[in-house]
């Protein structure tokens, strides 16, 4: 397995199935993971990710990694999207540098 310079991935969805073995995978090529937790913030919320990264800084991020998803792919009561869109919502409306 080839070693890959220090790096920085963002891997959401990382506690269990493909998103734990892409941690792995990544963890063992050498980088550095920053991973937080389904409870740790609302990925359908721009100011819930904003606020995490404030409290959690970390270097530049070169990986991301967006595993997470939703459980059930029926409309939220508080949106307004239909089910496909809620399903691939989670981190693809807003770009973060």
């Given at each position: 397995?080839?070693?890959?310079?220090q790096r920085t991935?963002?891997?959401?969805?990382?506690?269990?199935?493909?998103?734990?073995?892409?941690?792995?995978?990544?963890?063992a090529r050498g980088?550095?993971?920053?991973?937080p937790s389904r409870?740790?913030?609302?990925?359908?919320?721009?100011?819930?990710?904003?606020?995490?990264?404030?409290?959690?800084?970390?270097?530049?991020?070169?990986?991301?990694?967006?595993?997470?998803?939703?459980?059930?792919?029926?409309?939220?009561?508080?949106?307004?999207?239909?089910?496909?869109?809620?399903?691939?919502?989670?981190?693809?409306?807003?770009?973060?540098?």
């Amino acid at each position: 397995m080839k070693k890959i310079p220090q790096r920085t991935a963002f891997i959401t969805g990382s506690s269990r199935g493909i998103g734990a073995a892409i941690a792995s995978e990544l963890r063992a090529r050498g980088f550095r993971l920053v991973a937080p937790s389904r409870g740790e913030l609302d990925l359908e919320q721009p100011a819930s990710i904003e606020a995490w990264l404030r409290e959690h800084p970390a270097p530049a991020v070169d990986v991301l990694v967006n595993n997470a998803g939703v459980n059930s792919c029926s409309p939220s009561p508080s949106s307004k999207a239909g089910p496909g869109r809620r399903c691939s919502r989670p981190m693809c409306r807003r770009r973060y540098a």
